[in-house]
């Protein structure tokens, strides 16, 4: 926390506003709104997985549709196709963003128009706040037709060229989950190009009621806005999101500081300079032949007994039991990453104690 989020939520019990609607809650959208520019529209929602619901939803994916999403990713990305009795279809990375495949998107594409189904969206995620290779995908969904969801959970405050993240699709997902690099404690946005879709995307979130002075609704609706509380809480950790940022860099330069000396490791960074991410996470990747057989398992369980926490990197959704037997598109390129990944501490908070205490047990590790 950054000490202002209280005063927003101390002025939302002090005038009442202790509901889904309020002044922080529109406060927080505008701060939103000026964050990513772009002429971008907010609509702050109950959690980033609502935000991505909504966003199918909008873009009228329909049961027994086909919608394209990331295999490396948080399940969070493809369980709201599932919701909506659609079809995932899943891409694989490329090995410099760790994110969609462009040529495996593109495979994809052709293959599942010549079944006769052309899919009606795609997610690209931006994982680990690393941007994905947008030119590249924007340029298939032209040439497809096929609109982008931004899954843009991890990657508040990266650019790609210079834009933000969240900015190039027709839609994106916003988190701000407990663990992201601003929370609400819970909660999320749907951005949108258009206010129209903000405004669809509010009636849906607030179940949908038909204009009329009695209950009336026309169409299934949701309760997903955002809670003018926790909006209270966003608004003040907008104003510590450049630091968080700031500071998840600098663990990322600790990690390629530390490593760069060690054959077998990889600390996962920017391709060129056209990527700029908020290294909400940094993760390693160890070649287990050029590290004496030494695995990312052995040095997570290595770390976790000097009580150091660390984690896979995500499992890619075509190998979760819940999406089995569905169609993937790709050569392995996210399976030897989740094989061979680690995610490191990376959080705002880690003090010069905690990083000696990382170097101390690396060192252990890798040089003993
Ligand atoms: C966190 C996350 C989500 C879901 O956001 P919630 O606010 O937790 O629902 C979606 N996609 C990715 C990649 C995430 O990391």
Same mark, same amino acid.
């Given at each position: 926390?950054?000490?202002?989020?209280?005063?927003?939520?101390?002025?939302?019990?002090?005038? &009442?506003?202790?509901?889904? /609607?309020?002044?922080?809650?529109?406060?927080?959208?505008?701060?939103?709104? @000026?964050?990513?520019?772009?002429?971008?529209?907010?609509?702050?929602?109950?959690?980033?997985?609502?935000?991505?619901? /909504?966003?199918?939803?909008?873009?009228?994916?329909?049961?027994?549709?086909?919608?394209?999403?990331?295999?490396?990713?948080?399940?969070?990305?493809?369980?709201?196709?599932?919701?909506?009795?659609?079809?995932?279809?899943?891409? #694989?990375?490329?090995?410099?963003?760790?994110?969609?495949?462009? =040529?495996?998107?593109?495979?994809?594409?052709? #293959?599942?128009?010549?079944?006769?189904?052309?899919?009606?969206?795609?997610?690209?995620?931006?994982?680990?706040?690393? %941007?994905?290779?947008?030119?590249?995908?924007?340029?298939?969904?032209?040439?497809?037709?096929?609109?982008?969801?931004?899954?843009?959970?991890?990657?508040?405050?990266?650019?790609?060229?210079?834009?933000?993240?969240?900015?190039?699709?027709?839609?994106?997902?916003?988190?701000? @989950?407990?663990?992201?690099?601003?929370? *609400?404690?819970?909660?999320?946005?749907?951005?949108?190009?258009?206010?129209?879709?903000? &405004?669809?995307?509010?009636? /849906?979130?607030?179940?949908?009621?038909?204009?009329?002075?009695?209950?009336?609704?026309?169409?299934?609706?949701? @309760?997903?806005?955002?809670?003018?509380?926790?909006?209270?809480?966003?608004?003040?950790?907008?104003?510590?999101?450049?630091?968080? =940022?700031?500071?998840?860099?600098?663990? &990322?330069?600790?990690?390629?500081?530390?490593?760069?000396?060690? #054959?077998?490791?990889?600390?996962?960074?920017?391709?060129?300079?056209?990527?700029?991410? &908020?290294?909400?996470?940094?993760?390693?990747? /160890?070649?287990?032949?050029?590290?004496?057989?030494?695995?990312? *398992?052995?040095?997570?369980?290595?770390?976790?007994?000097?009580?150091?926490?660390?984690?896979?990197?995500?499992? %890619?959704?075509?190998?979760?039991?819940?999406?089995?037997?569905?169609?993937?598109?790709?050569?392995?390129?996210?399976?030897?990453?989740?094989?061979?990944?680690?995610?490191?501490?990376?959080?705002? @908070?880690? *003090?010069?104690?905690?990083? #000696?205490?990382? *170097?101390?047990?690396?060192?252990?590790?890798?040089?003993?």
């Amino acid at each position: 926390m950054g000490g202002t989020e209280q005063k927003f939520v101390q002025e939302a019990f002090d005038t &009442n506003w202790v509901a889904p /609607l309020g002044p922080n809650v529109s406060g927080f959208e505008d701060d939103l709104q @000026n964050f990513l520019g772009e002429g971008s529209q907010i609509a702050a929602l109950s959690s980033g997985t609502a935000a991505l619901h /909504l966003g199918l939803i909008i873009l009228d994916v329909q049961p027994g549709d086909e919608v394209i999403c990331q295999t490396f990713t948080f399940s969070a990305s493809a369980n709201p196709i599932k919701y909506l009795g659609a079809t995932p279809v899943f891409i #694989d990375s490329e090995i410099d963003s760790w994110n969609m495949c462009p =040529i495996a998107l593109e495979e994809a594409i052709v #293959d599942r128009i010549s079944k006769g189904k052309k899919p009606k969206a795609i997610i690209p995620v931006h994982l680990y706040g690393m %941007p994905a290779k947008m030119d590249e995908i924007i340029a298939i969904s032209k040439k497809y037709d096929i609109a982008i969801l931004e899954d843009s959970a991890e990657s508040l405050g990266s650019t790609y060229k210079g834009q933000k993240c969240g900015t190039f699709g027709e839609m994106a997902a916003l988190s701000f @989950n407990g663990n992201k690099i601003i929370t *609400t404690s819970g909660g999320g946005a749907l951005v949108t190009r258009e206010l129209a879709e903000k &405004n669809q995307a509010v009636f /849906l979130a607030t179940q949908a009621r038909d204009q009329a002075p009695h209950y009336q609704h026309s169409q299934v609706g949701y @309760n997903y806005r955002m809670s003018n509380i926790c909006a209270g809480i966003g608004r003040g950790q907008m104003e510590v999101l450049e630091a968080h =940022i700031a500071l998840r860099r600098d663990m &990322n330069e600790f990690y390629k500081n530390y490593f760069k000396d060690i #054959d077998g490791v990889r600390v996962f960074s920017e391709p060129s300079e056209d990527f700029y991410s &908020n290294h909400w996470l940094s993760a390693i990747v /160890l070649d287990p032949v050029k590290c004496s057989g030494k695995t990312s *398992t052995d040095l997570r369980l290595y770390l976790d007994g000097h009580n150091i926490e660390s984690r896979p990197l995500w499992k %890619p959704m075509h190998l979760q039991p819940i999406f089995a037997g569905v169609p993937y598109y790709g050569s392995k390129v996210a399976e030897k990453l989740f094989e061979n990944g680690l995610c490191m501490p990376s959080g705002s @908070n880690l *003090t010069d104690a905690d990083r #000696d205490r990382i *170097t101390l047990a690396l060192n252990d590790f890798f040089l003993n």
